[in-house]
């Protein structure tokens, strides 16, 4: 299998591409055709463990890798989670179900990815780059910094920058970030929202200047944001586990189709579950759940996708993005893979801040995707909810998903099973979540809260969590976005 660019750009393999990042053309590698698996196929999978299935599914991609290598890479990649399941699929009542994909070291379904990226990059690294060095710089707004450090800690030949919004992540996340180990390691606050940060970071790969200075050092630049394929394809892995999941509790029949509800961002997590639907899962809609940044809700119900409009924080920080970068995957998709096309829209974006679907791309669009937006009010609102009505606490991101779920199930009347996609711990947005359930805060910074809401609900927080105040914060640097550019040299 060959990758080939959303802009139009030739094939290279797996590793090259994971290597990469981001394609030279500035487009995002994509399959050069999707894998397709029958019903018998996909069921033939049932008793596989999540390890097992994943390396199935790389298999199906990654043709360059041996499925002996896949084997190993994903049976380490996922020894570090905490539930032997790695993505535990529960009933949550009323043809509802959880899929909850925080189990991994850092809370966030970003570990699922991130566990096995450095695995991927290594031995992507010994196929096509022999004794060069890897540079990779990340842009987050919370949760990929710190997943990205922690599944790259002191990995032998990578290098990592992390530059996060100052003030625009949760205290628990800065700490989780600020704290971490590994001689490989930097991280920077930055002054400015996500996309400041994301935009430099892309600018950044696209010098030619930098590209240079660093190649005098043997090193080369690759990415651990979700435009990297190595992101991408092990998030195509769990929509297929929720499926098999569902099929052995007897929720649904073999070849039934399925929703999907899915808090998103940057598109990343979503657009995996469109890969699998496009690999031959049997799913009917998929639901991009937004938060008061509803740019996403605006585009799919429009056909215009315009970033110029206000940006505000939320209580889902990682949702907090205007240009969504994996959506640059999807567009391709809608204009029948003509990159020419989706070099049009992308030029609008970047002169004039949007840009508008054709009618045939539109209606494609719509067929796959249903979306809706919750502020931090119905946020809140549906954290209480869940509790009352469904027993579960589930952190900001998720409460947007369901409550987008519930109104969809609502409006349209569509009763196939729907597995929302549950990308984070409550104890990873602890304030809002306690301040949902009790209508109060309790006093002291954000730690204790941490143990309020572990009696408040009787479930004992993550130990890394617990353990963050007494750690020593090693990273402290505050930069400008033009600093960025200079901080990839310390
Ligand atoms: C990253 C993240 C999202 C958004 O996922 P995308 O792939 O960027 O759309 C949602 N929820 C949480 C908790 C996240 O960390």
Not at 74 to 101: H, M, N, T, W
Request: proline residues 5%; contains cysteine; charged residues 20%.
């Amino acid at each position: 299998m060959q990758f080939i660019t959303t802009r139009g750009g030739a094939g290279i393999s797996g590793a090259e591409a994971i290597v990469r990042g981001i394609a030279p053309d500035g487009g995002l590698y994509v399959p050069e055709s999707f894998p397709r698996l029958s019903i018998s196929e996909i069921t033939g999978m049932a008793r596989d463990s999540y390890a097992g299935l994943a390396a199935h599914i790389l298999s199906l991609f990654l043709t360059d890798f041996s499925r002996a290598e896949l084997d190993e890479l994903c049976a380490r990649a996922y020894a570090r989670f905490d539930d032997p399941q790695i993505a535990p699929v529960k009933p949550i009542g009323g043809g509802f179900s959880l899929i909850e994909l925080f189990h991994g070291p850092t809370q966030a379904f970003k570990d699922v990815a991130l566990q096995i990226l450095p695995h991927l990059l290594s031995a992507s690294r010994r196929k096509v780059l022999e004794a060069r060095r890897i540079l990779i710089l990340t842009a987050t707004s919370g949760d990929t910094g710190k997943a990205a450090l922690c599944g790259f800690q002191d990995v032998a030949g990578v290098d990592v920058r992390v530059f996060y919004p100052d003030g625009g992540v949760s205290e628990v996340q800065e700490a989780q970030m600020t704290t971490q180990p590994g001689e490989n390691l930097k991280v920077f606050a930055v002054k400015g929202n996500f996309d400041d940060a994301q935009t430099e970071v892309k600018r950044i790969f696209l010098s030619k200047e930098i590209a240079h200075k660093l190649d005098e050092r043997g090193t080369v630049l690759s990415s651990a944001n979700s435009i990297n394929l190595g992101r991408l394809l092990p998030q195509v892995v769990y929509y297929f586990y929720a499926y098999l999941k569902l099929l052995s509790a007897g929720a649904i029949e073999p070849g039934d189709e399925i929703n999907f509800a899915v808090p998103t961002g940057n598109f990343g997590n979503i657009l995996a579950a469109y890969y699998a639907k496009r690999m031959g899962l049997p799913v009917h809609k998929l639901i991009c759940a937004s938060n008061k940044n509803h740019v996403l809700y605006d585009f799919i119900n429009s056909g215009e996708y315009n970033k110029n409009r206000e940006f505000f924080l939320t209580q889902s920080p990682s949702m907090d993005i205007l240009v969504s970068s994996n959506l640059e995957r999807l567009l391709f998709e809608l204009a029948g893979r003509d990159g020419a096309r989706v070099r049009e829209w992308m030029a609008a974006l970047n002169e004039g801040g949007r840009y508008a679907l054709e009618e045939d791309a539109h209606s494609r669009l719509r067929a796959a995707f249903s979306s809706g937006w919750a502020d931090d009010e119905e946020t809140g609102y549906a954290i209480r909810r869940a509790r009352a009505e469904r027993g579960i606490v589930v952190d900001p991101h998720t409460a947007v998903a369901l409550a987008v779920a519930e109104a969809y199930r609502e409006r349209e009347g569509d009763r196939r099973e729907t597995v929302v996609v549950s990308t984070a711990s409550p104890f990873k947005f602890p304030s809002f979540v306690y301040a949902s359930l009790t209508g109060e805060l309790p006093p002291g910074d954000e730690f204790a809260v941490v143990s309020a809401l572990s009696a408040l609900i009787g479930i004992s927080a993550p130990a890394s969590i617990l353990a963050l105040p007494s750690l020593p914060v090693l990273h402290r640097d505050v930069i400008e976005v033009g600093q960025m550019k200079d901080a990839i040299f310390y």
